[in-house]
C-alpha cells in the first residue's frame, strides 16, 4: 500500500473506523447508555491487539475531521462509512490484528439506518472518485449477502480504495463492514487490510453478545 493511499484513508477518517484514524487516541468520555459489557470480550477477535476502547459520541463530534469531495451526489455517506449519524450514544473499541485493524461498536440511535436502503446507495456507488487535499482516490464498493439474523435487518459491504490507474498488483486498502440493526439498536463490525476474519460471523457473535445487556 503506498504512502499516498494511507494519507487518503486517513483524511477520509470514518472510512477506516468510527474512532479516527489508526493510531489516534479516542479520549475518555461519559459512559452512554450502552454499557461496555455489551461488547465483545477481548478474546473473541483472534490475535487482537492494542485494544483501544472509545465512545460513540465522542468519537462523531472528534473536531478536525476533513471531509473528501465525491464526484457523483448522494454517495459521500456511503463512501466515508457513515452508518452511524448524529445522536448516536454507545461504546466502542478498535484493535490491532494482523493484516490490519478490526473495530466494533454497539451504539443506540433514535433513527437507525435503514439497511435496506443503506445497501441499495452502496450499490449505486459502486466506483466513485474521492478528491481532497491528500490528492485522488477512487472508491469501489461491493455489497455483498449480509448474514441472516432473527428480528434485525443486516449489511455486509466491502470498499476498495486505490490510485487512479493503480495496477492490480498494487490491490491499494480493502476496507469491509457489516451491520446488523433492529429497534434503536445497531452493531457495527469494520475492519481494513488483509486480516482474514470472518466479520459476518464476528458481527453476529457481536450481536448476540450485546443483546443481554442491552435487555433485548
Given at each position: 500500500?503506498?504512502?499516498?493511499?494511507?494519507?487518503?484513508?486517513?483524511?477520509?477518517?470514518?472510512?477506516?473506523?468510527?474512532?479516527g484514524a489508526p493510531g489516534e487516541s479516542i479520549q475518555a468520555a461519559p459512559a452512554s447508555t450502552v454499557p461496555p459489557a455489551a461488547l465483545l470480550p477481548p478474546e473473541t477477535v483472534p490475535a487482537a491487539s492494542t485494544r483501544d476502547g472509545f465512545d460513540v459520541a465522542s468519537a462523531l463530534s472528534t473536531p478536525g475531521r476533513?471531509?473528501?469531495?465525491?464526484?457523483?451526489?448522494?454517495?459521500?455517506?456511503?463512501?466515508?462509512?457513515?452508518?452511524?449519524?448524529?445522536?448516536?450514544?454507545?461504546?466502542?473499541?478498535?484493535?490491532?490484528?494482523?493484516?490490519?485493524?478490526?473495530?466494533?461498536?454497539?451504539?443506540?440511535?433514535?433513527?437507525?439506518?435503514?439497511?435496506?436502503?443503506?445497501?441499495?446507495?452502496?450499490?449505486?456507488?459502486?466506483?466513485?472518485?474521492?478528491?481532497?487535499?491528500?490528492?485522488?482516490?477512487?472508491?469501489?464498493?461491493?455489497?455483498?449477502?449480509?448474514?441472516?439474523?432473527?428480528?434485525?435487518?443486516?449489511?455486509?459491504?466491502?470498499?476498495?480504495?486505490?490510485?487512479?490507474?493503480?495496477?492490480?498488483?498494487?490491490?491499494?486498502?480493502?476496507?469491509?463492514?457489516?451491520?446488523?440493526?433492529?429497534?434503536?439498536?445497531?452493531?457495527?463490525?469494520?475492519?481494513?487490510?488483509?486480516?482474514?476474519?470472518?466479520?459476518?460471523?464476528?458481527?453476529?457473535?457481536?450481536?448476540?453478545?450485546?443483546?443481554?445487556?442491552?435487555?433485548?
Open positions: 500500500m503506498t504512502a499516498r493511499i494511507r494519507a487518503l484513508v486517513v483524511s477520509a477518517a470514518a472510512v477506516a473506523t468510527i474512532s476533513r471531509e473528501s469531495r465525491v464526484d457523483v451526489g448522494g454517495c459521500e455517506d456511503v463512501v466515508h462509512g457513515r452508518l452511524v449519524g448524529d445522536g448516536a450514544a454507545g461504546q466502542g473499541f478498535q484493535s490491532a490484528v494482523p493484516g490490519g485493524q478490526v473495530s466494533e461498536l454497539v451504539a443506540r440511535m433514535t433513527n437507525p439506518p435503514d439497511l435496506a436502503a443503506w445497501a441499495a446507495q452502496a450499490g449505486r456507488c459502486s466506483k466513485v472518485t474521492v478528491d481532497d487535499a491528500a490528492g485522488t482516490a477512487v472508491s469501489t464498493v461491493t455489497v455483498h449477502p449480509a448474514p441472516a439474523v432473527p428480528g434485525a435487518k443486516t449489511l455486509s459491504y466491502e470498499q476498495l480504495l486505490t490510485l487512479p490507474g493503480q495496477p492490480p498488483e498494487l490491490p491499494g486498502l480493502r476496507l469491509r463492514t457489516v451491520a446488523i440493526a433492529a429497534d434503536d439498536v445497531l452493531v457495527v463490525l469494520r475492519d481494513a487490510g488483509t486480516t482474514g476474519l470472518d466479520l459476518d460471523a464476528l458481527a453476529v457473535d457481536a450481536w448476540r453478545h450485546a443483546a443481554g445487556p442491552l435487555g433485548r
